[in-house]
């Protein structure tokens, strides 16, 4: 049991797990998990950690079809620059491993953004804290959990 899945259990929101067998060899873990579930990249959102211009980590939420706009994240939480997070902060941070790391139910709690897409679909696909462990809800409940705000941060 992951802490996303125990605090998705405590919320009492509609939610659904889905499993798949992870391939170590493969290293885009939103496309496998794509691609293993027979769901659109449009669907299945990747969790990035962002490192704002005061050192502070947030996070952004996009689809895995897309590239996250670095100036878009920095724009969404008045920064004037943002860079990807260190993998070891990330993990320290996050107490999930890259690859598993959710939205939801993180060691530290993050400021969050979701890509306004998200709002297109019934249903979204996220990490839920582990390789090979997604969990499908409703992008609004996925917001009201991470306490989060949908902003276009996705790049053309």
């Known amino acids: 049991m992951t802490p996303c899945i125990e605090l998705l259990k405590k919320s009492k929101i ?20 794509a691609e293993k579930l027979g769901i659109s990249t449009q669907r299945v959102f990747k969790t990035l ?7 502070e980590l947030v996070v952004a939420v996009v689809p895995v079809s897309s590239k996250l706009s670095m100036k878009a994240v920095a724009k969404t939480f008045g920064a004037k620059k943002a ?51 997604e969990v499908e809800l409703r992008a609004d409940d996925l917001k009201t959990l991470t306490n989060a705000k949908f902003e276009d941060i996705k790049s053309e």
């Open 14 to 33: 509609e939610y659904k797990v889905h499993h798949y067998t992870h391939d170590s060899s493969c290293d885009s873990y939103g496309d496998e998990a």
């Open 49 to 55: 950690v962002v490192a704002i211009d005061t050192k």
């Open 83 to 133: 860079v990807m997070a260190d993998a070891h902060d990330v993990q320290k941070t996050t107490g999930y491993v890259l690859g598993g790391v959710s939205p939801i139910g993180q060691k530290k709690r993050l400021k969050t953004v979701i890509d306004s897409t998200a709002c297109d679909y019934l249903s979204i696909f996220v990490s839920a804290g582990k390789r090979g462990l």
